[in-house]
Protein backbone atom coordinates (compact mmCIF):
# COMPACT_ATOMS: atom_id res chain seq x y z
CA UNK A 1 0.00 0.00 0.00
CA UNK A 2 1.08 3.72 -0.46
CA UNK A 3 1.62 5.77 2.40
CA UNK A 4 3.96 8.34 4.18
CA UNK A 5 6.22 6.75 6.75
CA UNK A 6 7.44 8.39 9.71
CA UNK A 7 10.10 6.83 12.07
CA UNK A 8 10.72 6.68 14.78
CA UNK A 9 7.10 6.85 16.63
CA UNK A 10 8.93 8.41 19.62
CA UNK A 11 12.55 10.39 20.17
CA UNK A 12 14.14 11.35 22.93
CA UNK A 13 16.49 14.15 22.98
CA UNK A 14 19.55 15.72 25.00
CA UNK A 15 20.48 19.28 25.78
CA UNK A 16 22.77 20.24 23.02
CA UNK A 17 21.52 17.48 20.82
CA UNK A 18 20.59 17.52 17.02
CA UNK A 19 18.05 14.76 16.21
CA UNK A 20 16.64 13.63 12.63
CA UNK A 21 13.23 12.58 12.02
CA UNK A 22 12.76 10.24 9.09
CA UNK A 23 9.61 10.58 6.43
CA UNK A 24 9.58 8.65 3.73
CA UNK A 25 6.82 8.23 0.79
CA UNK A 26 5.91 5.53 -1.93
CA UNK A 27 3.02 7.57 -3.52
CA UNK A 28 5.41 9.52 -5.97
CA UNK A 29 4.18 12.78 -4.94
CA UNK A 30 6.15 16.00 -5.41
CA UNK A 31 5.59 18.01 -2.94
CA UNK A 32 6.44 17.18 0.88
CA UNK A 33 6.00 19.05 4.27
CA UNK A 34 6.76 19.36 7.64
CA UNK A 35 4.44 20.22 10.27
CA UNK A 36 4.61 20.88 14.05
CA UNK A 37 1.83 20.46 16.40
CA UNK A 38 1.19 21.21 20.15
CA UNK A 39 -1.42 21.18 22.66
CA UNK A 40 -4.53 23.16 21.92
CA UNK A 41 -2.99 24.27 18.34
CA UNK A 42 -3.45 23.60 15.26
CA UNK A 43 -0.89 22.78 12.85
CA UNK A 44 2.39 24.99 11.92
CA UNK A 45 4.48 24.81 9.05
CA UNK A 46 7.84 24.34 9.45
CA UNK A 47 9.58 23.38 5.94
CA UNK A 48 7.84 22.47 2.71
CA UNK A 49 9.67 21.21 -1.13
CA UNK A 50 7.78 21.55 -4.38
CA UNK A 51 10.75 19.61 -6.11
CA UNK A 52 13.64 16.95 -5.49
CA UNK A 53 16.78 19.80 -3.92
CA UNK A 54 14.72 22.28 -3.55
CA UNK A 55 12.96 23.57 -0.48
CA UNK A 56 11.12 26.68 1.73
CA UNK A 57 10.80 27.81 5.10
CA UNK A 58 7.57 27.71 6.84
CA UNK A 59 6.44 29.98 9.16
CA UNK A 60 8.61 28.42 12.08
CA UNK A 61 11.62 27.20 10.57
CA UNK A 62 14.37 28.56 13.24
CA UNK A 63 16.30 25.51 14.73
CA UNK A 64 15.41 23.13 12.07
CA UNK A 65 16.89 21.75 9.09
CA UNK A 66 15.98 19.86 6.07
CA UNK A 67 17.39 18.40 2.58
CA UNK A 68 15.73 17.01 -0.08
CA UNK A 69 17.83 14.99 -2.20
CA UNK A 70 15.47 12.16 -3.13
CA UNK A 71 12.20 12.38 -4.39
CA UNK A 72 10.93 10.14 -1.45
CA UNK A 73 12.59 11.07 1.47
CA UNK A 74 12.32 14.61 3.18
CA UNK A 75 14.22 14.60 6.71
CA UNK A 76 13.76 17.37 9.50
CA UNK A 77 16.36 17.70 11.26
CA UNK A 78 15.99 19.02 14.93
CA UNK A 79 19.31 20.94 15.79
CA UNK A 80 19.83 22.32 19.30
CA UNK A 81 18.99 26.03 18.52
CA UNK A 82 15.53 25.07 18.60
CA UNK A 83 15.04 25.13 22.28
CA UNK A 84 11.43 24.14 22.44
CA UNK A 85 11.32 21.27 20.42
CA UNK A 86 9.12 19.43 22.76
CA UNK A 87 6.04 18.47 20.03
CA UNK A 88 4.53 16.36 17.90
CA UNK A 89 5.82 16.40 13.87
CA UNK A 90 3.65 16.09 11.22
CA UNK A 91 5.30 14.91 7.73
CA UNK A 92 2.83 15.35 5.01
CA UNK A 93 2.95 15.16 0.83
CA UNK A 94 0.92 15.99 -2.08
CA UNK A 95 0.45 15.90 -5.57
CA UNK A 96 1.31 19.14 -6.70
CA UNK A 97 -1.05 22.30 -6.33
CA UNK A 98 -4.09 22.31 -4.50
CA UNK A 99 -4.14 18.92 -3.85
CA UNK A 100 -4.81 17.59 -0.41
CA UNK A 101 -1.64 16.55 1.43
CA UNK A 102 -1.28 12.96 2.80
CA UNK A 103 -0.07 12.92 6.29
CA UNK A 104 1.94 9.87 8.21
CA UNK A 105 1.45 8.94 11.73
CA UNK A 106 4.13 11.18 13.39
CA UNK A 107 6.72 11.28 15.51
CA UNK A 108 6.66 12.96 19.36
CA UNK A 109 9.69 14.30 20.22
CA UNK A 110 10.37 14.82 23.95
CA UNK A 111 13.57 16.19 25.85
CA UNK A 112 15.67 14.31 28.54
CA UNK B 1 -2.52 36.34 4.17
CA UNK B 2 -4.51 33.37 4.56
CA UNK B 3 -6.71 32.08 8.37
CA UNK B 4 -8.65 29.93 9.51
CA UNK B 5 -10.83 30.67 12.72
CA UNK B 6 -12.78 27.52 14.47
CA UNK B 7 -14.70 28.95 16.81
CA UNK B 8 -15.20 25.99 19.19
CA UNK B 9 -12.14 24.32 21.01
CA UNK B 10 -14.33 21.75 22.91
CA UNK B 11 -18.16 20.14 21.16
CA UNK B 12 -19.59 17.51 23.48
CA UNK B 13 -22.72 15.87 21.58
CA UNK B 14 -24.71 12.59 22.44
CA UNK B 15 -24.51 9.53 20.36
CA UNK B 16 -26.68 9.27 17.20
CA UNK B 17 -27.32 13.31 17.45
CA UNK B 18 -26.45 16.21 14.74
CA UNK B 19 -22.95 17.45 14.63
CA UNK B 20 -21.70 20.95 13.14
CA UNK B 21 -18.62 22.46 13.82
CA UNK B 22 -17.75 25.99 12.31
CA UNK B 23 -14.47 27.20 9.98
CA UNK B 24 -14.04 30.57 9.09
CA UNK B 25 -11.19 31.41 6.62
CA UNK B 26 -9.94 34.93 5.46
CA UNK B 27 -8.58 34.66 1.97
CA UNK B 28 -8.83 37.62 -1.12
CA UNK B 29 -9.29 34.84 -3.70
CA UNK B 30 -11.00 31.74 -3.95
CA UNK B 31 -9.45 29.29 -1.48
CA UNK B 32 -9.36 25.56 -1.45
CA UNK B 33 -10.66 24.04 1.50
CA UNK B 34 -10.30 20.81 3.50
CA UNK B 35 -11.58 19.02 6.63
CA UNK B 36 -9.09 16.53 8.46
CA UNK B 37 -9.78 14.28 11.22
CA UNK B 38 -7.38 13.14 13.58
CA UNK B 39 -7.40 10.43 16.63
CA UNK B 40 -5.05 10.72 19.03
CA UNK B 41 -1.41 10.19 18.76
CA UNK B 42 -1.99 9.39 15.13
CA UNK B 43 -2.18 11.58 11.54
CA UNK B 44 -4.54 13.38 9.96
CA UNK B 45 -6.70 11.99 7.74
CA UNK B 46 -8.68 13.82 5.04
CA UNK B 47 -12.70 13.75 5.28
CA UNK B 48 -13.54 15.90 1.99
CA UNK B 49 -12.15 18.86 0.39
CA UNK B 50 -13.88 21.63 -1.55
CA UNK B 51 -11.84 22.89 -4.83
CA UNK B 52 -14.71 24.88 -6.47
CA UNK B 53 -18.50 23.59 -8.11
CA UNK B 54 -20.98 22.13 -6.03
CA UNK B 55 -21.08 23.81 -2.76
CA UNK B 56 -22.19 21.20 -1.07
CA UNK B 57 -19.97 18.66 -0.79
CA UNK B 58 -19.72 15.09 0.45
CA UNK B 59 -17.03 13.35 2.24
CA UNK B 60 -15.70 9.89 3.77
CA UNK B 61 -17.44 8.78 7.24
CA UNK B 62 -21.05 10.12 6.09
CA UNK B 63 -19.35 13.71 6.61
CA UNK B 64 -20.60 17.49 4.56
CA UNK B 65 -19.65 20.23 4.44
CA UNK B 66 -21.12 23.67 2.83
CA UNK B 67 -19.55 26.12 1.69
CA UNK B 68 -20.39 29.63 1.82
CA UNK B 69 -18.70 32.87 0.21
CA UNK B 70 -20.66 35.31 1.35
CA UNK B 71 -20.23 34.38 5.21
CA UNK B 72 -16.23 32.96 4.78
CA UNK B 73 -17.24 29.69 5.78
CA UNK B 74 -16.75 26.06 5.33
CA UNK B 75 -19.00 24.01 8.44
CA UNK B 76 -18.80 20.65 9.05
CA UNK B 77 -21.66 18.18 9.80
CA UNK B 78 -22.93 15.00 10.39
CA UNK B 79 -26.86 14.01 10.39
CA UNK B 80 -25.98 11.07 13.30
CA UNK B 81 -22.47 11.08 15.68
CA UNK B 82 -21.35 7.53 16.02
CA UNK B 83 -18.98 6.74 19.61
CA UNK B 84 -16.19 6.36 16.74
CA UNK B 85 -16.57 10.14 15.62
CA UNK B 86 -14.66 10.83 19.00
CA UNK B 87 -11.44 12.98 17.46
CA UNK B 88 -9.92 16.23 16.36
CA UNK B 89 -10.74 18.42 13.65
CA UNK B 90 -9.02 20.33 11.48
CA UNK B 91 -10.51 22.59 9.46
CA UNK B 92 -7.65 23.92 6.24
CA UNK B 93 -7.60 26.48 3.54
CA UNK B 94 -5.16 26.03 0.61
CA UNK B 95 -4.29 28.60 -2.48
CA UNK B 96 -2.44 27.96 -5.36
CA UNK B 97 -0.92 31.10 -5.21
CA UNK B 98 0.61 30.07 -1.70
CA UNK B 99 2.40 27.29 -3.23
CA UNK B 100 -0.01 24.96 -2.02
CA UNK B 101 0.58 25.89 1.97
CA UNK B 102 -2.18 24.52 3.79
CA UNK B 103 -3.24 27.48 7.03
CA UNK B 104 -5.20 25.18 9.19
CA UNK B 105 -7.18 26.19 12.26
CA UNK B 106 -6.76 25.52 15.42
CA UNK B 107 -8.93 22.13 15.76
CA UNK B 108 -12.06 21.39 17.51
CA UNK B 109 -11.68 18.29 20.02
CA UNK B 110 -15.32 16.21 19.40
CA UNK B 111 -16.47 13.84 22.65
CA UNK B 112 -19.15 11.75 21.87
CA UNK B 113 -21.23 10.57 25.60
CA UNK B 114 -23.19 7.39 24.85
Known amino acids: DGGITQSPKYLFRKEGQNVTLSCEQN?????MYWYRQDPGQGLRLIYY???????QKGDIAEGYSVSREKKESFPLTVTSAQKNPTAFYLC???????????FGDGTRLSIL | AQSVTQPDIHITVSEGASLELRCNYS??????LFWYVQSPGQGLQLLLK??????LVQGIKGFEAEFKRSQSSFNLRKPSVHWSDAAEYFC????????????FGGGTRVLVKP
Open chain 1, 92 to 102: ASSIGDSQPQH
Open chain 1, 27 to 31: LNHDA
Open chain 1, 49 to 55: SQIVNDF
Open chain 2, 27 to 32: YGATPY
Open chain 2, 50 to 55: YFSGDT
Open chain 2, 92 to 103: AVGAQAAGNKLT
